[in-house]
């Protein structure tokens, strides 16, 4: 199994630019969820989602969507990104019954 | 909604020396508390767990502690080693079913000094 993924590990997005942050998982989980990590700031919970096409907001949601067509897939979606959004974004999953959250390897974005 | 109190922020040991960092949190419905170590540049790694029907769970040189009446857990490292040497995160989650949104403490990064 290759657990989570993520692609793109690194991106540079300029003010206004939209772009999507991909998230996959071979586990069949259906537990997902985004992260951001700043600084001094912890882990903080963007969106999640218990199962196709469930999804809901977590502690940071504003200026993200997320969706779940799959249970393999939940990308995230930056409409327009802004320089508050700088930071590194992590994905993770948890089986239905567990406990364990399985993170990614995370995705560092900057915003100019 | 849940909120995760962690300190201290910093933290210097003695190699050998012991290290805990503590956490409170405010939802007394929470039910799993993690902690993960992240060193830098990497994924947070899960090292130990415990479920609010245990006191104490003990995995080598780690331990973790949980009070719920006070609403406090607590991570115990003895014989630290140079390797321990990483930034430490708690959490708090009422996990069941389906769901387990996990709310993090803000770190400890913990240096051991050989």
């Known amino acids: 199994n290759a657990g989570v993924t993520q692609t793109p590990k690194f991106q540079v997005l300029k003010t206004g630019q939209s772009m999507t942050l991909q998230c996959a998982q071979d586990?069949?989980?259906?537990?997902m969820s985004w992260y951001r990590q700043d600084p001094g700031m912890g882990l903080r919970l963007i969106h999640y989602?218990?199962?196709?096409?469930?999804?809901d907001q977590g502690e940071v949601p504003n200026g993200y969507n997320v969706s779940r067509s799959t249970t393999e897939d939940f990308p995230l979606r930056l409409l327009s990104a802004a320089p508050s959004q700088t930071s590194v974004y992590f994905c993770?999953?948890?089986?239905?019954?567990?406990?364990?959250?399985?993170f990614g390897p995370g995705t560092r974005l900057t915003v100019t | 909604g849940e909120n995760v109190e962690q300190h201290p922020s910093t933290l210097s040991v003695q190699e050998g020396d012991s290290a805990v960092i503590k956490c409170t949190y405010s939802?007394?419905?929470?039910?799993?508390f993690p902690w993960y170590k992240q060193e830098l540049g990497k994924r947070p790694q899960l090292i130990i767990d415990?479920?609010?029907?245990?006191g104490e769970k003990k995995d080598q040189r780690i331990a973790v502690t949980l009070n719920k009446t006070a609403k406090h857990f607590s991570l115990h490292i003895t014989e630290t080693q140079p390797e321990d040497s990483a930034v430490y995160f708690c959490?708090?989650?009422?996990?069941?079913?389906?769901?387990?949104?996990?709310?993090f403490g803000t770190g400890t990064l913990l240096a051991v000094q050989p």
């Open positions: 993770a999953s948890t089986g239905t019954g567990r406990y364990e959250q399985y």
């Open positions: 586990m069949n989980h259906e537990y």
């Open positions: 989602s218990v199962g196709a096409g469930i999804t």
């Open positions: 939802d007394s419905a929470s039910n799993y």
């Open positions: 415990i479920r609010s029907n245990v």
């Open positions: 959490a708090a989650s009422w996990a069941g079913g389906a769901t387990n949104k996990l709310i």
